[in-house]
């Protein structure tokens, strides 16, 4: 199976189908799970069935990541996930023989794993931080970053490894390191070169930024909107790192049942009112985040119950980016929303 890395976060709640497979025996079925690189599952994510390159179908994971298709007739089919923030995935499907509409048919499983876009933010205006680099170090370092260009991570990572031990307080090897180890899915050791050079300088964002990136994959949300604010701290005209703060406190409310306790309650409700204050900043910040904003701002209101504002961002978001490809997705969730605004 072939997967690629991917950034976002999932679209969000569109078009639930609770029926079980077992009423449509016949046919082919298709089952599959969506997941993120450390192995969590990715709950609303929409995912499209195709035929030679025209849509058959669609439909979103559940809560456990897990998306079904059934009464399928033909042996080829390709199955992709497209969603913001991650890079695109597309898997191909075969099963051995055509079948009926009546006929019983075969089942096949697909595992599909997203990963975040990776790749370091330019510097921001103004950010000065002059090191008096060893040639040797600066070659290296220099090399590194070729054969990152040419996609060559094991060579690149060996370069800055090389650069850091003629160097070790080398801040620019130290950060563009992390980031090829957390694109490796080396968490672990990207973490320790941030730390150092945070230790080195500290009021670079971009440690930061990649920090907290590496703490949603691996599903730490709290912990990453609280790294995001900081962020939001030494830049504060970046309007991603608001986008991203919100982003992760709506997922960590996610985790939360309510139901379990009041204190539970008070918690979701609370994560949930920080990352609306959050996004409105992005907001406040200017257009560029725009289309990202009304997205994660559909899914907090969804989450909060107040589906006719969700519906609203829903249809803000389709203003702002209709080339959306699961644009019709999107309009099929409006609807549902608008046939029920409220919710419990």
Known sequence: MNSRNIVLTPLLFVLFFGTSVNTFAQGHTLRGKVRNATGGNIPNATVILERNGAMVNQTVTNNEGDFLFWGLTDTSYEVSVNLADYNPVRETVLFVRSVGPGDPGESRTVEITLTRKQGLRPPRAGLNFVQDIPKAARDAFDSGLRFAREKRRQEAIAAFENAIRIFPDYFDARLVLANELAAEGRFGDAIIH???????????????????????????????????????????????????????????????????????????????????????????????????????????????????????????????NPGDPNAVAIRQAIKKLRASPTQP
Do not use: C
């Not at 230790?199 to 971009?206: F, K, L, Q």
């Not at 701290?233 to 309007?239: G, H």
């Not at 994560?271 to 907090?300: N, S, T, W």
């Open 194 to 320: 941030l730390e150092k050079a945070r230790s080195i300088y500290e009021r670079d964002d971009r440690v930061f930024d990649l920090f907290a990136r590496i703490l949603m994959e691996q599903g730490k949300y709290a912990v990453a909107a609280r790294v995001y604010g900081e962020a939001a701290r030494l830049n504060p005209a970046e309007p991603q790192y608001p986008l991203s703060q919100g982003t992760a406190l709506i997922e960590q409310a996610s985790l939360i049942d309510p139901s379990k306790s009041q204190a539970a309650a008070d918690e979701r409700k609370y994560a949930l009112d920080e990352a609306e204050k959050a996004l409105k900043q992005a907001q406040q910040k200017g257009p560029a985040k725009a289309a990202d904003v009304h997205r994660q701002l559909a899914r907090l209101y969804e989450r909060k119950g107040d589906r006719a504002r969700a519906a609203f961002e829903l249809e803000q978001y389709l203003k702002t």
